[in-house]
């Protein structure tokens, strides 16, 4: 079967303005896919970092709080101490040594459990400091995830949402164009190969 074979016969003045419906049906065609392609990659950059930012900002906000109430905790334990360790010091300063040392020999016993306590809560404050570290580090991926897009954005001197929103336009208006040339390209070599053999 040859390949004039497949060509519809058609007259040529009827060639022209199906040539020219094809060409304005592939361009309509075109323009929908870019605008879905810019809507849809938009969404997914839009929801990438708002998700990470969201994720990152909660944990934060957590740790935060018990950051505070452990620094709480473990000053009470500093006050509690210092109470007892004053008082032992100013019944010394009063010339009373006996008294004193009455005084420190019943609060050892608080103070030891006093500091043992503090030293618990102060173990568990630093768990929380490690913590707060690992979910700065999350929010340090996050913000490297943008370090392409940042990097356009000094570029072409705009913020990171403008960059990326022309980033992602001229991909959308520029693949399809790009894939009916290459088919179009494709097409128009397969056709002179057959018509040399």
Same mark, same amino acid.
């Given at each position: 079967?040859? /390949? ?7 007259? /040529? ?39 990470? %930012? ?13 950051? /505070? ?69 999350? #929010? *340090?991926?996050?913000?490297? %995830? ?18 990326? #929103? ?27 190969? *057959?018509?040399?053999?």
């Amino acid at each position: 079967m040859s /390949s004039a074979s497949c060509r519809p016969s058609l007259g /040529s003045d009827t060639v022209a303005p199906l040539r020219l419906a094809l060409i304005a049906l592939v361009a309509v065609l075109m323009v929908l896919n870019s605008i879905g392609v810019y809507g849809f990659l938009s969404r997914a950059h839009i929801k990438h970092p708002l998700a990470g %930012d969201v994720t990152v900002a909660s944990k934060t906000a957590e740790i935060d709080a018990r950051l /505070s109430v452990q620094a709480g905790v473990v000053a009470d334990f500093d006050r509690r101490v210092a109470q007892i360790d004053t008082a032992i010091e100013q019944t010394t300063a009063n010339g009373r040594a006996k008294v004193a040392m009455a005084l420190a020999d019943q609060q050892r016993k608080n103070r030891t459990d006093l500091v043992a306590g503090r030293t618990a809560e102060a173990g568990k404050l630093a768990s929380l400091k490690v913590q707060a570290a690992g979910v700065d580090g999350e #929010r *340090k991926a996050v913000e490297a %995830d943008l370090g392409p897009v940042r990097y356009l954005a000094t570029v072409i001197g705009a913020t990171d949402e403008v960059a990326m #929103r022309y980033f992602i336009l001229v991909v959308a208006l520029f693949l399809d164009p790009a894939a009916v040339l290459l088919l179009l390209a494709h097409s128009r070599c397969g056709a002179t190969s *057959k018509q040399i053999s």
